[in-house]
Each structure stands twice: as structure tokens, then as C-alpha cells.
T-cell receptor, first 114, second 114 residues
Framework: AQSVTQPDIHITVSEGASLELRCNYS??????LFWYVQSPGQGLQLLLK??????LVQGIKGFEAEFKRSQSSFNLRKPSVHWSDAAEYFC????????????FGTGTQLKVEL | DAGVIQSPRHEVTEMGQEVTLRCKPI?????LFWYRQTMMRGLELLIY????????DSGMPEDRFSAKMPNASFSTLKIQPSEPRDSAVYFC????????????FGPGTRLTVL
């Protein structure tokens, strides 16, 4: 079965600084990978996804993520963080033929200092 | 589009009572997912439906939990009898099509069992 690890529970960055959130997955083949964001009191929203092809994927709100097969990683990045980016971020993995079933990581809480 | 609608938004009940959570997916979406989010266990998939048919209920914690989808526009998650450890935020999400299209999440129901 597939699994996802997000090693950082909390991260604090200053507004305007760059951001990288880590995600490692476990899956025997090429996975489907996702990043979702959850603002306080709300449901999750898709930021970006990777299925195949170019390993650097662009998402909404200026986020990008890079798939690295050799490291089993799919880290999320943003060059300059805005205070409104404070939220919880979830990495998720799906298996081919998995019927849209996702396995989510435990999340990383991002705090942005002004 | 109103998005995924969940009701109630907050529910406080006493141990042993029956609890029913409701979800209206986005019109035209053919997949519906129920998730539970807690601090300890993160975001867990409980069950999901395709065209109103339950596909995978392996995440349902025990027989006290049941879910139904009588038609394409309505689903319920029932807990009977409820226990304090069921306290969590329950999310419903819907998706159109296959191949891991975006899941659209509702705002969640915060359940507190005293």
C-alpha cells in the first residue's frame, strides 16, 4: 500500500522568504502525487498534482513542486511567501488503478511571520 | 456552483446518541468521499462511493459507523452509538470522472461527543 510522510509538523517563515515543504512517498510504481492546502476552518483545496511528464509542476497561488524519483520526494516550494499562505499543507498519493483513492500525509502547519 | 455542502457545521452530542452527518456533492460529480480529521491520526478516508455505490469502506472504524448514498445528490454518515473518541472534523468531498481529478472538499462538520 502507498504511504506519505511529511517530516515537518510545523514550519515558520518570514513573509517574503522562500518556502520548501517536504514530502516523501512510498509506492512501488510511479505514483500520482498531490498537494492540498487547508485554510483555518475550511476544507482542503488542490494546489497542484503530478501524474507524469515534466517533473516540475506549477500550481495555483504561485506554488510549484518537483518530483524526484530517486529520492521518492515531491517537495512543495514557493519563492516568496505571503502572509495569506499561512495554512496547513497536505501531501497525498494515489495509486494507478486506485479508483481515485488518496492517502494523505499528516500535514505541515505553516506560520508566516510579518 | 455552491460547492460541496455539509450539514450541520457543528454538532455536540452526548455519548450513546445517534449522530447523522449530511453531504450534498457538487452536481454532476460521480465520486463521493467521507474523511475524518483528528490531531492524532490526521486525515483518514472512511469510505467512498462511485455512482452511489460504496466502493471501499475499509476505513470505516467499526460497525458503529455506516454511510449511505441513496441518490447522486445526497449522502449520510451515521454513528450509532457515538463515543467521545469519535470527536473529529468530518469532511465530505466529491469528484467528477476518473484518473484522479481534483477532489472538492466541503467545509466539514465538527463533531463533539461528550
Amino acid at each position: 500500500a502507498q504511504s506519505v510522510t511529511q517530516p515537518d509538523i510545523h514550519i515558520t517563515v518570514s513573509e517574503g522568504a522562500s518556502l520548501e515543504l517536504r514530502c516523501n512517498y512510498s509506492y512501488g510504481a510511479t505514483p500520482y502525487l498531490f498537494w492540498y492546502v487547508q485554510s483555518p476552518g475550511q476544507g482542503l483545496q488542490l494546489l497542484l498534482k503530478y501524474f507524469s511528464g515534466d517533473t516540475l509542476v506549477q500550481g495555483i497561488k504561485g506554488f510549484e513542486a518537483e518530483f524526484k524519483r530517486s529520492q521518492s520526494s515531491f517537495n512543495l516550494r514557493k519563492p516568496s511567501v505571503h502572509w495569506s499562505d499561512a495554512a496547513e499543507y497536505f501531501c497525498a498519493v494515489g495509486a494507478k488503478g486506485g479508483g481515485n483513492k488518496l492517502t494523505f500525509g499528516t500535514g505541515t502547519q505553516l506560520k508566516v511571520e510579518l | 456552483d455552491a460547492g460541496v455542502i455539509q450539514s450541520p457545521r457543528h454538532e455536540v452530542t452526548e455519548m450513546g446518541q445517534e449522530v447523522t452527518l449530511r453531504c450534498k456533492p457538487i452536481s454532476g460529480h460521480d465520486y463521493l468521499f467521507w474523511y475524518r480529521q483528528t490531531m492524532m491520526r490526521g486525515l483518514e478516508l472512511l469510505i467512498y462511493f462511485n455512482n452511489n455505490v460504496p466502493i471501499d469502506d475499509s476505513g470505516m472504524p467499526e460497525d458503529r459507523f455506516s454511510a449511505k448514498m441513496p441518490n447522486a445528490s445526497f449522502s449520510t454518515l451515521k454513528i450509532q452509538p457515538s463515543e467521545p473518541r469519535d470527536s473529529a472534523v468530518y469532511f465530505c468531498a466529491s469528484l467528477k470522472g476518473f484518473s484522479y481529478n481534483e477532489q472538492f472538499f466541503g467545509p466539514g462538520t465538527r463533531l463533539t461527543v461528550l
